[in-house]
């Protein structure tokens, strides 16, 4: 998958605040979108208005054997922590966000990339034709 970021085609910014009263949030796509969706976090930050207390930011989500797990990814404190850089922290959605411990409020930015499938593009184009398959010189033995 390509960098995200601005100049990706696809990709739009992803934002949402956590809280004493908003302790949640589920990023989720269509169903019925066929398209490949991902999740990039940059960053986790305390925001304005935030208490000196540890804030324990969690990520609910599935493995690969698709059952669900819940994995904390941030523990942010105003007084020594109040951001830590995820580096597009990629997440396949449906992943649902929660403030396990503290009252925020927490700020998750991020990129949405979407990649739309083109039936071409799953065909196999990468056959040679015959003239290719000519020019292509021989492989030889590697020498001992």
């Known amino acids: 998958?390509?960098?995200?970021?601005?100049?990706?085609?696809?990709?739009?910014?992803?934002?949402?605040?956590?809280?004493?009263?908003?302790?949640s949030y589920t990023f989720q796509v269509d169903k019925e979108d066929d398209s490949d969706h991902i999740l990039a976090l940059s960053v986790v930050c305390l925001r304005d208005g935030a208490?000196?207390?540890?804030?324990?930011?969690?990520?609910?989500g599935r493995n690969h054997k698709n059952q669900e797990i819940t994995v904390p990814v941030a523990n942010l404190k105003l007084s020594c922590q109040p951001l830590l850089s995820l580096?597009?922290?990629?997440?396949?959605?449906?992943?649902?966000?929660?403030?396990?411990?503290?009252?925020?409020?927490?700020?998750?930015?991020?990129?949405?990339?979407?990649?739309?499938?083109?039936?071409?593009?799953?065909?196999?184009?990468?056959d040679l034709s015959e003239e290719e398959k000519e020019e292509l010189p021989p492989i030889m033995p590697a020498r001992k």
């Open 1 to 23: 998958m390509e960098p995200h970021g601005p100049g990706c085609p696809g990709s739009v910014l992803f934002g949402c605040e956590l809280t004493a009263s908003t302790k």
């Open 87 to 126: 580096d597009n922290f990629k997440l396949q959605p449906p992943v649902t966000f929660r403030l396990a411990a503290g009252s925020g409020p927490v700020h998750l930015a991020g990129w949405h990339q979407t990649v739309h499938r083109d039936d071409a593009s799953f065909e196999e184009d990468d």
């Open 51 to 60: 208490k000196d207390e540890c804030n324990v930011v969690e990520i609910v």
